[in-house]
């Protein structure tokens, strides 16, 4: 799919469910492969979630690093971005030799059953978006769902929780100074690693957490 044809449908999805997709354009190539850098230091076959896919902009720098072996499941929660996804995995060149190996999950993340199944999750979600129980909520299914050890990757575009706040009203600016304390709660306890990616539309930290498994089982395993 050419890179004007992908950006178009993506705007059209940020104009009609601005709520969900939360960017007017796709991750670039250098957050998506800054995204998807632990991969590269994978020895075994791993398995991966990505979160949020949309019109596959990280979901192909991923199936480019996976290694014989691995896995992905992607969940998107957009009918739209799941066509497109679906067909894109079916016909689009990086894909041709792991498409067996990717499963899109029409659905939110939140609903995704099992738990301790996840090497690596590689979200997209627009959390700045959401409601403060939303992300909460979203958060509990990532340490759910993650294996112990398992590496948390997502992205947030530099100054944005920040520079929002001076436009909007009380209590927009009350529920994005909450969302922050999540947020930064997170990053203190389990992040491991940061990129900060100059070179994407807006600017994005690319965060990498190692999250505890909320699971009895992986957790004291
Ligand atoms: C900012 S876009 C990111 C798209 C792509 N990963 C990228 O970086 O270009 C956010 C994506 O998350 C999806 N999304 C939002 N809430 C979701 C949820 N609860 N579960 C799964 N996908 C969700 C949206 O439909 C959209 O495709």
């Known amino acids: 799919m ?5 950006a178009a449908t993506f705007l059209r999805e940020f104009r009609k469910t601005f709520h969900t997709t939360g960017a007017i354009l796709p991750s670039g190539r250098f957050l998506a492969r800054a995204l998807a850098h632990g991969l590269h230091r994978q020895h075994a076959p791993c398995r991966i979630l990505e979160v949020g ?8 720098v991923i199936a480019r ?3 014989p072996g691995d896995h992905l499941d992607a969940v998107e929660i957009n009918p739209r971005f799941v066509s497109l996804l679906q067909h894109r995995v079916a016909r ?6 792991v498409c067996d190996r990717i499963r899109i999950i029409a659905s939110p993340v939140q609903q995704v059953a099992g738990e301790g199944l996840y ?4 979200s997209g979600l627009p959390m700045v978006n959401f409601s403060v129980s939303l992300v909460e909520e979203i958060f509990a299914a990532f340490h759910r769902l993650i294996k112990a050890g398992g ?3 997502y992205f947030e575009y ?3 929780r920040l520079l929002k706040r001076p436009f909007v009203g009380k209590q927009e600016r009350q529920r994005l100074a909450e969302i922050s304390l999540v947020l930064e709660d997170k990053i203190r306890r389990h992040q491991v690693r940061v990129d900060r990616v100059l070179v994407n539309v807006p600017p994005a930290y690319a965060r990498h957490l190692r999250l505890k498994p909320s699971h009895a089982a992986a957790a004291t395993g």
Do not use: C, H, N, Q
């Open 2 to 6: 050419s890179i004007w044809v992908e």
């Open 158 to 160: 530099i100054g944005l």
């Open 151 to 153: 590496i948390l990757s």
């Open 65 to 67: 690093y996976m290694r």
């Open 92 to 97: 689009d060149r990086p894909f041709r030799k």
């Open 53 to 60: 896919p949309g019109s596959g902009a990280v979901t192909e």
């Open 119 to 122: 090497d690596y999750i590689i």
